[in-house]
Structures are given as C-alpha cells and as structure tokens.
C-alpha cells in the first residue's frame, strides 16, 4: 500500500490499497494460485480504469470531505 502514496495520491489512499492487499494475500493463501491473486487486481485495475476513462469525478466539499 505505502507505494501507492506518490503521483498526487494521499496516505488514506495507501491505507486503502493496504487493505486491499491484504484481501489479495487472503485469495493467494486461499487458492494456493498467485494467478487468482493477480486476476483479482487486474480486475481491480479495469474497474478503476473504465470509471476514470468515463470522466467519473467525486465531489469534493471546501474541506476535502467527499459527496458521491
């Protein structure tokens, strides 16, 4: 998770992904399978990639609190 802080993103963020990890360490020791630990992610990573590419865009209040 710690390496997901630089390219603007902040520590909640690494806090997040940290615990995301911990899901895709649970799938590898699970199944014994690195494949389903990285199919995991790389699902992940669609998913986030087609909500950025069709402009999705939280709303912020003043203080960084967000609205959905």
């Keep these: 998770g710690i390496l997901h802080i630089n390219g603007g993103r902040n520590s909640a963020f690494a806090a997040w992904a940290s615990c995301v990890g911990c899901v895709y360490g649970f799938l590898y020791i699970y199944s014994g399978s690195a494949a ?10 669609i998913f986030s ?4 590419l069709q ?6 209040m003043n203080d960084d609190t967000l609205i959905e």
């Design 49 to 52: 990639a087609t909500l950025w």
């Design 36 to 45: 389903v630990a990285v199919g995991a992610h790389a699902m992940s990573n």
């Design 55 to 60: 402009g999705y865009k939280p709303i912020l």
